[in-house]
């Protein structure tokens, strides 16, 4: 089991979202994958067109941009998170994405996040390629998990292979899932809409490198 440190973490967030200013012209341009037949589908992306409104930002922290048709989070900085979002709103959704590590220690973490207010309030769902995961948040600048630390689960596939990730936030419910297995569920009733995104941090090793693709997110 192990606990990741977070207070610094809304400092370095802070400092990618004034690194990310472009993005914000973005966000109120057409955005996402066109033509999805599934009425259910609030938002999907493949990354295929980096128009999409996704933040595309480096700095010495790291990189979070389109490459090779997927979404690609490179954290170069310790006991740190970077994060990215689309520019959208919504209330009650089901989100999910394919993610995989392409490169630093396998003692990372990287996810989903939802209710997205601004940087200092939103919620997380997380996993990381040494197989353990948590359902966290960032209130008023303060960034933490709900549980004491993280916890193991054999569902989630370890190491360079993908894992699909899902993270429900319904009502007061958020609920964390990996390759179709529930790994937790927590209730917390502070933050009712927001914008989606992604993250991934480091622990103790800097280098974490994550690659996103076939994100979604449809009705509950």
């Not at 341009?29 to 409104?53: C, H, I, M, Q, R």
């Not at 919504?90 to 990287?110: K, Y």
């Not at 419910?173 to 297995?181: D, F, V």
Request: net charge negative; glycine share 10%; charged share 20%.
């Amino acid at each position: 089991m192990k606990k990741k440190i977070f207070l610094i973490v809304t400092f370095a967030l802070i400092f990618t979202f004034v690194l990310s200013g472009c993005s914000i012209i973005q966000n109120f341009l057409p955005t996402g994958k066109a033509g999805s037949t599934s009425s259910n589908v609030l938002f999907e992306d493949d990354f295929s067109k980096t128009s999409s409104g996704w933040d595309q930002t480096t700095s010495e922290s790291g990189t979070t941009d389109y490459k090779d048709g997927t979404y690609q989070i490179l954290v170069n900085q310790t006991q740190y998170d970077l994060w990215a979002n689309p520019g959208k709103s919504f209330t009650d959704v089901s989100t999910e994405v394919d993610a995989v590590m392409i490169g630093g220690p396998v003692d990372n973490d990287f996810g989903i996040i939802c209710r997205y207010k601004d940087t200092s309030n939103y919620y997380f769902g997380i996993i990381s390629s040494d197989g353990y995961y948590a359902i966290g948040y960032v209130k008023d600048g303060k960034q933490d998990i709900f549980a004491d630390q993280l916890e193991f689960s054999d569902a989630i596939k370890q190491g360079t292979e993908s894992n699909r990730i899902r993270f429900d936030c319904v009502g007061s419910t958020l609920t964390l899932y990996a390759n179709g297995t529930q790994l937790t569920q927590v209730t917390d009733s502070t933050l009712t809409s927001g914008d989606v995104g992604l993250m991934a941090g480091t622990f103790d090793t800097a280098g974490t490198n994550v690659s996103f693709d076939n994100f979604v997110v449809k009705k509950p």
